[in-house]
């Protein structure tokens, strides 16, 4: 029962997915659902990232936490539209459903945006079953985390579209093997894009700006 | 409907840990649950510490991942009895229930064990919500993960009752203000205990094995 009830959810979920992906095809928006651990760089990759691509790419954020809404402080700042979701209100949901990213959109001005970014909850795990109608997704995986993480949560590594592999700066003070990193990733996911880069230093940023604009005109 | 199974869900965890602490109770063993986001370094840690307290602490481990043998590999060089549990076979779930636990310490020599260290999902969600029947909980956050983690995953640090802060290490390297991550932290559980270690370098160990220590006499 317990088996059959969560597939009931997983392909509600996935009905509301394939509308939104019509509803923002329709208005010819990419949406990037973003991914990662707690703490991974996420939000300060997508502040560098928005500093980079706006106004050329009129860029909107949902950004998704359990509590909070440090990150739509944050990211609001480079003068991106911004929503923030908590899903305190949701029993604490360690992920984004397509309905709160439907609910959420519908709260930015769409008609003026050419990409939309979902920075969903920090968690490696659940946030990796539920399509919210994304156009691709990106995993972001910190040097700080350990080589073998593809490995262990493979799921979220085969599913995602792209990889930004974040804080390079650190590299010189850690035993990271990023080759073996990498090789990881591809294992699980052979032929991944990924990118090297320091969201501190804005190293490595040209080849997945270059990435992302080229999928925004696409 | 939804909500009622969760409930069910959850209520059906609590049973069975409940009769784990009082097994495990009855055996003398302090269980110690470890809980963390993805690579905040919880084996290494762990290595370490049962390289301070065994043979004095006869200790045995149970670590959960989704997949791999990784962490076991590692554990078990240190001469602990290991079992690793993989969430794969339950579809992948992204925390270790009562019941897994339960199953799995019965492969160790519970009679020959005063402290069993459960080293749980990389997680900093799901993994508050499920009791496990444990005599105790300590989360493990890293320096590289900033500083609001336990504003915005507040649950985890209410329900542990040790903190241990990694990688101190790395400290020289980051913008990171440890004093305002443990003031987030006590705003969120008022005098918890934290651990300043680098499990890299050993540095700030005694503090948390006197504790650890302490907690298996009593």
């Given at each position: 029962m317990e088996i059959s009830i969560q597939k009931r959810v997983l392909?509600?979920?996935?009905?509301?997915?394939?509308?939104?992906?019509?509803?923002?095809?329709?208005?010819s928006i990419f949406v990037l659902n973003v991914m990662s651990?707690?703490?991974?760089?996420?939000?300060?990759?997508?502040?560098r990232t928005l500093r980079m691509v706006m106004?050329?790419?009129?860029t909107g954020v949902i950004v998704g936490d359990i509590c909070t809404r440090n990150d739509?402080?944050?990211l609001e700042a480079t003068g991106a539209q911004v929503v923030q979701i908590n899903t305190d209100q949701f029993g604490g949901d360690c992920h984004l459903t397509a309905d709160m990213v439907y609910r959420a959109a519908n709260e930015l001005d769409l008609d003026n945006l050419d990409l939309l970014i979902v920075e969903n909850i920090g968690n490696l795990v659940c946030p990796a079953e539920f399509d919210i109608g994304e156009s691709a997704r990106a995993v972001v995986l910190s040097v700080t985390e350990g080589e073998d993480k593809p490995l262990k949560y493979p799921l979220m590594f085969q599913v995602a579209d792209v990889a930004i592999l974040n804080k390079i700066d650190l590299l010189p003070y850690l035993d990271f093997n990023a080759q073996e990193a990498v090789e990881n990733m591809?294992?699980?996911?052979?032929?991944?894009p990924v990118f090297y880069l320091s969201a501190k230093t804005e190293e490595g940023f040209s080849p997945w700006i270059e990435w992302l604009s080229a999928s925004v005109r696409n």
């Open positions: 392909e509600a979920n996935e009905s509301q997915a394939e509308k939104n992906r019509k509803y923002f095809s329709s208005k651990s707690p703490g991974s760089g996420k939000t300060e990759t997508l502040c106004p050329r790419i009129r739509a402080d944050r591809q294992k699980v996911h052979p032929g991944m």
